[in-house]
């Protein structure tokens, strides 16, 4: 069975740090690029960033560029989403997911950024 399971949040006051995990397995890991989303109270889900699967190349939302860095650990299968300088925005459910919005999805971890 394939899953996915995101760890690592928690309530962190404006400009602080958190870093989340999503572990994967199921699934042959260096096969898929993998990516973390957020979801905010009330709004639509979006993209925060992405990892390609076979030569790592990153992808940032322009809200998460400068801030946030996502990484890889194939020997773990798990993948990490560092964020720093955190703002009351970047509050949400942040899940990851490989194949797309028709893919599979972990069931989420909530970050409250407060001010």
């Known amino acids: 069975e394939v899953q996915l399971v995101e760890s690592g949040g928690g309530l962190v006051q404006t400009g602080g740090s958190l870093r989340l995990s999503c572990a994967a397995s199921?699934?042959?890991?260096?096969?898929?690029?993998i990516g973390w989303f957020r979801q905010a109270p009330g709004k639509e889900r979006e993209a925060v960033s992405c990892?390609?699967?076979?030569?790592?190349?990153?992808f940032y939302a322009d809200s998460a560029k400068a801030r946030f860095a996502i990484s890889k650990d194939n020997a773990k299968n798990t993948v990490y989403l560092q964020m720093n300088n955190l703002k009351s925005e970047d509050t949400g459910v942040y899940s990851c997911?490989?194949?797309?919005?028709?893919?599979?999805w972990g069931q989420g971890t909530q970050v409250t950024v407060s001010s």
């Open positions: 997911n490989i194949g797309g919005p028709f893919g599979v």
């Open positions: 990892i390609d699967a076979q030569i790592g190349r990153t």
């Open positions: 199921g699934f042959t890991f260096d096969d898929y690029s």
